[in-house]
C-alpha cells in the first residue's frame, strides 16, 4: 500500500512554483465600431487564461455605455510566473438592452499574447482580430505595472455640492474620475465612480482602491480629479477639476472633511467673477489592511482537509481492470492520483495530519444500506485516517467490503463538512479553515440540494473542490463553479463568494506534474483571505499564536 502511494506521489512529481511577481493590468480599447447609426456601443472586456487547452475566464470589466474609445477602470491583478508562458485571450463584446450574460451580448473580437510579453513592454497595443480571423480597426491597449508589495487598500468617499447644471430640462447627472499621474506625464485611470441623476449636490457610493493603484506608494504623486455631466449618448459634458494627493486625502482619516473647490479653467478665464463649478469633499478616508494567505497561516489557522469518494456502481467492479476503481500493484488509479496530488499539498498546513475520510454511494456492511456519507474507515466516531497514506489505505481496504450503488448524491457530505465549520463561525477567530474534496465519477443527482449546500456554505469558512474522475459528461458540473456566472439556490439566492473548483482529471492526464493539484488549489489562498476579510476577522501574529498554543507534556 505505502508504495501505491508513492508511486502516486512520484507520478505527479509534486512541487510547488513561487510566484516572481504580481502585475495591475488595466486596458483600453481605440476605435470600436458603431453597430449602427442610432447607437454606440455599450463595450466591456473578458479577460481569459489559457490552462490546459482550455480558455478559463479571469475576470472582466466594466460596461461602458455608448463608446468607441473606453478607457476601464477595472484593474487586473495576475501572478506572474517567469519559467511559465501564461496565455492570455481579451475577449471585446458589446452589450444590448437586453443583455442578460455573454450570450446576450455580441462578440466583436480577440486579442491574444503571452503575459511575459505584456511585462516586457509594459503597454502593449494589439489590433482586434474579428470573427471569421480578419483584422479588425479596433484597437485594444493593455498596461502592465509591477505591485509595489504594499498591499494595503484606500477607502473613500466623495461627494460634493452646488455643482454646475449642465442640463436644459434638468439637472447635471454627475460622476468623477480620478486619474494618476505617471512619471512619463502621462494619465492612468484609476476609478469611474456610478453616476447620480439629476443632482448637484451628488453623495457616490464609498469605494475602494489598492495604495498601490492610487499613487504607487507615493503620498505626494498628483491626482487629477474630473467631474462630468453623464449623457446618453457619450459625450459627457465637462464640469471641472482639481489636483489632489493621497497626502492631502489622509486628512480625512480622523473624521475631518477634505474639500477641493471644483476648476472649470476656461469658466475661470472668461467670468470676472468665477469662484467655481462646485466643491468637491471628501467624506472618509480609511486605509484598510489587506492581510495575506500566509498572514493567516502563520498566524495559526489550520487547514482541516477531508476527502469524500464516489462509490457509485458506474465506477464498475474494483475487480475488474476496467474499473475506475481498480487496484493496480504498480500504477495507481485516477482516485488516488487526484487523492494525493490535492492532500499533499493540504497536509502542509494541518498540524495534527487527520484527514477524515468518507465514501458516498455505497451500500455499506453490515445491512447494507445506501449511505452518502460514511466513514471510509468503517469507525462513524472517528473516520480520521493517519495523514493521506492513511486515507490511500483505508480507501484501499475498504473496497472489498462495499457494494458499489447509487445514486450519485453530494449535497450530504458538503452539508456534514459545513456543519463542522459552521462550528467555527462562533470562534471570531481564523483558526480552521475546511477544504472539502469530492471526487466521482459521474453527473450529480441531487443537483437542486447541492446547489443550496454551496449556497449554504459559502457563509462559512469552507472551500469545495470537485475532481471529475473517469470520461463522463461534466458539462453540467459546471454550473457549481461560478466563473461562468453566479451560482444561485432554486429559491434564487446567490451564493456570497466562489467557493467552488471544478476540473475533470482526463484534462491533465498528459499535462506537467502537479498541474491538477496547481489548479485546483490556486483558487483556495483567495478564498481564505476573502471569507476572514468579508468577516474582518484579522490573522494572528506569529508571537500571539505560539503563546496562546496548548502544548502537551
Known amino acids: 500500500m505505502t508504495d501505491i502511494y508513492g508511486s502516486a506521489a512520484n507520478s505527479l512529481g509534486l ?72 496565455r492570455l485571450r481579451f475577449e471585446l463584446y458589446d ?9 446576450a451580448a455580441l462578440f466583436l473580437g480577440s486579442v491574444e499574447c503571452t503575459l511575459g510579453q505584456i511585462v ?47 442640463d436644459f430640462f434638468s439637472k447635471s447627472d454627475p460622476f468623477l474620475e480620478i486619474y494618476r499621474l505617471n512619471e512619463d506625464a502621462t494619465l492612468q485611470l484609476v476609478y469611474r465612480t456610478e453616476t447620480v441623476m439629476n443632482n448637484l449636490n451628488p453623495v457616490w457610493k464609498t469605494f475602494k482602491v489598492s495604495l498601490n493603484s492610487l499613487c504607487s506608494g507615493d503620498h505626494e504623486r498628483k491626482l487629477q480629479c474630473t467631474v462630468w455631466d453623464w449623457d446618453s449618448n457619450g459625450k459627457h459634458d465637462y464640469i471641472g477639476e482639481f489636483e489632489a494627493t493621497f497626502k492631502e486625502m489622509r486628512g480625512a482619516i480622523d473624521g475631518r472633511q477634505v474639500q477641493w473647490p471644483c476648476i472649470n ?86 498540524s495534527d495530519k487527520m484527514f477524515p475520510a468518507f465514501g458516498f454511494g455505497a451500500q455499506i456492511p453490515p445491512d447494507y444500506k445506501v449511505s ?46 459545513a456543519n463542522s465549520a ?4 462562533h470562534t471570531k477567530e481564523a483558526m480552521q479553515y475546511f477544504i472539502l474534496l469530492i471526487l466521482t465519477d459521474g453527473v450529480i443527482t441531487d443537483m437542486a440540494d447541492t446547489r443550496e449546500a454551496i449556497v449554504q456554505a459559502s457563509h462559512l469558512p469552507m472551500s469545495v473542490i470537485i475532481v471529475g474522475i473517469g470520461n463522463a459528461d461534466f458539462s453540467d458540473m459546471q454550473m457549481l463553479d461560478r466563473d461562468d456566472g453566479i451560482l444561485r439556490s432554486l ?63
Open 120 to 166: 516586457h513592454q509594459r503597454k502593449l497595443s494589439k489590433a482586434l482580430l474579428r470573427p471569421g480571423g480578419t483584422v479588425g480597426r479596433t484597437i485594444i491597449t493593455i498596461m502592465a505595472e509591477e505591485l509595489t508589495g504594499n498591499d494595503d487598500y484606500i477607502e473613500l468617499s466623495f461627494s460634493a455640492r452646488k455643482l454646475d447644471d449642465k
Open 422 to 425: 459552521s462550528q467555527e463561525v
Open 15 to 86: 512541487f510547488s512554483s513561487p510566484c516572481l511577481t504580481k502585475v495591475e493590468l488595466r486596458l483600453t480599447c481605440k476605435g470600436i465600431l458603431d453597430r449602427d447609426t442610432l447607437s454606440k456601443p455599450d463595450p466591456y472586456v473578458v479577460i481569459k487564461m489559457q490552462s490546459h487547452g482550455q480558455w478559463v475566464e479571469v475576470d472582466r470589466t466594466e460596461v461602458i455605455r455608448s463608446s468607441v474609445n473606453p478607457s476601464y477602470s477595472k484593474v487586473f491583478n495576475l501572478d506572474f510566473y517567469f519559467e511559465e508562458v501564461q
Open 491 to 553: 429559491k434564487g439566492e446567490p451564493v456570497l463568494r466562489d467557493i467552488v473548483q471544478f476540473v475533470p482529471f482526463r484534462n491533465f492526464k498528459q499535462a506537467s506534474p502537479a498541474a491538477l493539484a496547481k489548479s485546483v488549489l490556486a483558487e483556495v489562498p483567495n478564498q481564505v483571505v476573502d471569507y476572514y476579510n468579508m468577516k474582518g476577522i484579522k490573522p494572528k501574529v506569529p508571537s500571539e499564536y505560539q503563546s496562546s498554543r496548548q502544548f502537551g507534556p
Open 265 to 350: 479653467p476656461k469658466y475661470r478665464v472668461k467670468k470676472k467673477n468665477y469662484k467655481n463649478s462646485g466643491i468637491v469633499i471628501l467624506n472618509q478616508c480609511k486605509i484598510i489592511k489587506m492581510h495575506s494567505f500566509l498572514d493567516y497561516i502563520m498566524g495559526g489557522c489550520q487547514i482541516q482537509f477531508t476527502v469524500a469518494i464516489d462509490f457509485t456502481a458506474s465506477n464498475g467492479d474494483p475487480r475488474n481492470s476496467c474499473s475506475l476503481h481498480y487496484i493496480h500493484p504498480f500504477q495507481p488509479n485516477e482516485y488516488l492520483k487526484a487523492l494525493v496530488a490535492v492532500g499533499e499539498i493540504c497536509q502542509d498546513y494541518d
Open 95 to 103: 452589450i444590448n438592452s437586453s443583455y442578460n450574460g455573454l450570450k
Open 372 to 417: 452518502h456519507d460514511f466513514a471510509v474507515n468503517f469507525n462513524e466516531d472517528n473516520p480520521e485516517c493517519a495523514g493521506i497514506q492513511g486515507v490511500v489505505e483505508a480507501y484501499q481496504a475498504c473496497l472489498p467490503k462495499l457494494k458499489l450503488y447509487g445514486p450519485t448524491n453530494i449535497a450530504p457530505i458538503i452539508q456534514k463538512v
